[in-house]
Nanobody, 126 residues
């Protein structure tokens, strides 16, 4: 069974940092664009960041540009995607979901995602 498993969420104060990880259980994800979405309480799921299969192209939501960095490691048997989050704000509080898709990092929307992780909670206190 194909799985995306996130880790690294937690509680942090405003201005702090967290690093999220997403481990893909199948090597086939190495050919996919990987990304992160988030969903705050009572809000729709929104795009955060994405990275192409070769790590050559990245895309970020305007709200996180300059603060978040996405990267990936296409190892021999697994694929791991990271989201380094710095200068966190209370409005970054949400459940963060790892996602895999065949589309470009610049065409990320929830309808284009073919695999989702279970989500990890990020809470930023003021």
């Amino acid at each position: 069974q194909v799985q995306l498993v996130e880790s690294g969420g937690g509680l942090v104060q405003t201005g702090g940092s967290l690093r999220l990880s997403c481990a893909a259980s199948e090597r086939t994800f190495s050919s996919n664009t990987m990304g992160w979405f988030r969903q705050g309480s009572g809000k729709e799921r929104e795009f955060v960041a994405a990275i192409s299969s070769s790590s050559g192209r990245t895309n970020y939501a305007d709200s996180v540009k300059g603060r978040f960095t996405i990267s990936r490691d296409n190892a021999k048997n697994t694929v791991t995607v990271y989201l380094q989050m710095n200068s966190l704000k209370p409005e970054d509080t949400a459940v963060y979901y790892c996602a895999a898709t065949a589309v470009s990092p610049f065409f990320m929307n929830p309808r284009a995602i073919h695999d989702w992780g279970q989500g990890t909670q990020v809470t930023v206190s003021s």
